[in-house]
């Protein structure tokens, strides 16, 4: 058996040695092909990344977001009825089906109703590579309408007024919302969703909650953001940043509302612990969330999240910590997040920034929707409405 050596090989290809000149030949041809194939394979899935969002994020580019828009919400609040209020909402962009009759309570279901229809939509048509994520979001919203059934059977709401207060969605449909809100009691409900994704997330909550509304609901809505955080885990390495910042400023801004409302009604550590998330977070994590839990004060609070990007938004004001304004500051956290999702956005403008930016602002857009049908139907001034908003800041 011929044996070859480095030595071998260098010295044929110089001499030209017909089979190992071959042989080298041959390696060399290998290593480049292997070496173009490593360096071109990054840029492939760069590439093949760009090409599968190209679409999706050009349809909510396309869309928008307009009711946290200044411009736009500035001229729906001067709405002096429902229906002339509905009529500004479509000509800005939102395609509310005709109604008749309308009062704030129908009015408030359809916004709901819309807003589902439009999770559920996006979450179908968004790439597989970060479905389970949209798809996660949905089922949030839809648990957290199961969960108002919940609450309506244990505060002995009527059927019939449950059932017309409850904008079925995704897997919580129209019969199953049927068979729930004429329960026997929250129990007999919680039985009746048991077959449901959401149904082992209610049940857990309201066992630990013992009958305290407040306290299911705030439990409820952490276990479905660490539902949440999970799914944002679970995305690809390549496409996860925005992802993973996305639902982690989340989980920040829930714990630290939760400790606001902790520090302003006196809670107790314990109880406050058991509504923080102390996984997942972007900022509010390791050391800084513990500093941020043992604050003894909303100033402290505050001063402990210095360094972040939640402490400007919270100083704004320094009179509203002092005089512990609760909404203000909440109002504060949600300006926080919907110019972190813009941030995102135009970080990530060839991948899922443009698909995160939206989903977000649709809340917040049903939550401004919402906000204004109540101001229009309570005849209150468009100025009064507009302290109620969260909109996105004016660039120049």
């Not at 479509?90 to 704030?104: K, L, Q, V």
């Not at 402490?311 to 956290?333: F, G, K, Q, W």
Request: proline fraction near 6%; charged fraction near 20%.
């Amino acid at each position: 058996m011929t044996d070859i050596s480095l030595s071998s090989i260098f010295s044929g290809l110089l001499s030209g040695d017909g089979a190992t000149a071959l042989l080298v030949a041959a390696l060399a041809i290998s290593i480049l092909i292997g070496l173009m194939l490593a360096a071109s394979a990054g840029y492939f899935r760069i590439i093949l990344n760009i090409a599968v969002f190209a679409r999706p994020d050009a349809r909510v580019r396309a869309i928008g977001n307009p009711m946290v828009d200044p411009v736009t919400v500035a001229v729906v609040r001067e709405a002096h009825t429902l229906h002339d209020l509905f009529d500004r909402f479509r000509a800005a962009g939102h395609t509310f089906p005709s109604a008749g009759e309308m009062d704030i309570d129908i009015a408030e279901q359809a916004i709901r109703g819309y807003y589902y229809g439009k999770v559920m939509s996006l979450s179908e048509n968004v790439p597989d590579s970060v479905r389970h994520f949209f798809a996660t979001y949905g089922g949030m919203l839809v648990a957290r309408e199961a969960a108002w059934i919940i609450m309506g059977r244990a505060g002995n709401v009527s059927p019939g007024d449950l059932e017309q207060q409850t904008s079925p969605a995704g897997s919580l449909t129209p019969e199953l919302v049927h068979r729930a809100v004429h329960a026997a009691g929250p129990e007999d409900a919680l039985n009746r969703f048991a077959q449901t994704p959401f149904g082992p997330v209610l049940t857990a909550a309201y066992r630990t909650a013992s009958g305290d509304p407040a306290r299911f609901s705030a439990l409820v809505q952490t276990a479905l953001l660490e539902k949440l955080s999970l799914a944002a885990r679970s995305v690809d390495i390549s496409l996860s940043p925005p992802v993973t910042e996305t639902a982690g400023r989340m989980i920040d801004i829930a714990n630290i509302r939760a400790l606001i409302r902790a520090l302003s009604f006196d809670m107790g550590r314990e109880e406050t612990g058991s509504h923080l998330i102390p996984n997942g977070g972007f900022e509010l994590t390791g050391d800084r969330f513990e500093h941020a839990k043992r604050a003894g004060s909303l100033p402290d609070l505050i001063q402990a999240l210095a360094g972040t990007q939640y402490e400007p938004y919270l100083s704004r004001h320094p009179e509203t910590a002092r005089d512990e304004n609760i909404p203000v500051l909440e109002a504060a956290l949600d300006q926080c997040m919907l110019d972190s999702v813009r941030a995102v956005s135009n970080q990530y403008h060839l991948e899922s920034g443009p698909l995160l930016r939206y989903i977000v602002a649709l809340g917040y857009e049903v939550q401004n929707m919402q906000a204004i049908a109540g101001g229009v139907a309570a005849s209150l001034p468009p100025e009064e409405i507009e302290r109620l908003l969260v909109l996105e800041e004016m660039r120049e």
